[in-house]
């Protein structure tokens, strides 16, 4: 039944619960209607908000999603578009602020620490770069591409452009396996290599490649071949 807002009583409805109980109250449809502010003429904002999570099998392919995504979903303009993804980015940035802070990369566990919870339940493949200060403090975080890992995909380009935006002095590279296993495949170590081999030229370090399983990963530093 598609219950407009009008039709729900004004102390059940997102806004006034989020008031009244604080927003860890709220479900993910009620924050994502909370941000849609209405529905369509025949549409609520709650069923609008529940088109959106199914619509990106939940928050995990949401918080990536581009502003044309967003407005492939019926109801969804530019407006409601751009809000979505105005507050997913600014989530990100506050998520990112809390580690970068304080976060330094040492190790390869230190690279599973600071991943494994946001990787480890993915269903495709992400090939994500943490960008590093001369300190090793994490600077800056980004998802290169989504799908199976394959040298022509994964351009070095792309990689390394963000190293100079952001001045970085050495990148981490991680993808997961969803499968949950961690061994490196062949195509893992050309990809290393090729990306060993650019940052030697641009005197920007590639310091290790994880792969991250569930509640696993594997250290291409570690296994020989960086």
């Known amino acids: 039944m598609n219950m407009m807002i009008r039709d729900v009583p004004k102390s059940e409805r997102p806004r006034e619960r989020m008031?009244?109980?604080?927003?860890q109250s709220l479900s993910n449809q009620d924050l994502i209607a909370l941000l849609?502010?209405?529905?369509?003429k025949t549409e609520s904002v709650i069923n609008l908000a529940a088109h959106v999570l199914k619509h990106f099998?939940?928050?995990?392919?949401?918080k990536e999603a581009s502003v044309k995504e967003l407005q492939d979903i019926k109801g969804i303009g530019e407006a409601k578009a751009v809000t979505l993804k105005a507050a997913l980015e600014l989530g990100k940035r506050v998520q990112?602020?809390?580690?970068?802070?304080?976060?330094?990369?040492r190790s390869p566990e230190d690279v599973a620490n600071y991943m494994m919870e946001e990787m480890r339940h993915l269903t495709q493949e992400h090939f994500v770069c943490l960008y590093l200060n001369t300190k090793n403090h994490v600077i800056h975080k980004?998802?290169?591409?989504i799908?199976?890992?394959?040298?022509?995909?994964?351009?070095?380009?792309e990689i390394f452009k963000e190293a100079f935006r952001y001045s970085a002095a050495s990148?981490?590279?991680?993808?997961?396996?969803?499968?949950?296993?961690?061994?490196p495949s062949h195509e893992d170590m050309?990809?290393?290599?090729?990306?060993?081999?650019?940052?030697?030229?641009?005197?920007i370090d590639l310091l290790d490649h994880v792969i991250i399983g569930d509640q696993r990963f594997c250290s291409l530093k570690e296994k020989g071949y960086l």
Do not use: W
Not at 147 to 157: W, Y
Not at 190 to 203: A, D, F, S, Y
């Open 171 to 183: 990148i981490v590279c991680l993808h997961n396996h969803p499968s949950g296993e961690v061994a």
């Open 57 to 62: 099998d939940g928050l995990r392919l949401l």
């Open 190 to 203: 050309e990809v290393t290599k090729r990306l060993v081999q650019c940052g030697k030229m641009l005197g």
């Open 142 to 145: 980004q998802t290169i591409f």
């Open 36 to 40: 849609l502010g209405s529905g369509t």
């Open 96 to 105: 990112q602020s809390t580690f970068e802070d304080r976060y330094t990369i």
């Open 147 to 157: 799908g199976s890992l394959n040298a022509s995909i994964v351009h070095p380009r």
């Open 19 to 23: 008031i009244r109980d604080g927003a």
